[in-house]
């Protein structure tokens, strides 16, 4: 199979080889500092609070478009 002609691959976490590879990979880029912060502040508060709390925290992503998803861009 051929990419990105006969499938389109993406991957998350846009590591340095995402750009060099051939074809480039498509990729999602993350905050993975930021991600690892919220994390740990959850688990001390379970910890510290001992309440069940819901976990819920977004954090931004950002679509980095190469060539191996197909698309052409400009």
Do not use: W
């Amino acid at each position: 199979m051929q990419v990105p002609g006969d499938v389109a691959v993406v991957g998350f976490d846009d590591i340095d080889m995402a750009e060099v590879a051939d074809p480039p990979l498509t990729t999602v880029r993350i905050a993975k500092e930021l991600m690892g912060e919220l994390a740990a502040r959850q688990l001390l508060e379970l910890i510290y609070t001992e309440r069940q709390l819901p976990i819920k925290s977004v954090v931004a992503t950002t679509l980095v478009v190469r060539a191996s998803c197909g698309c052409v861009t400009r």
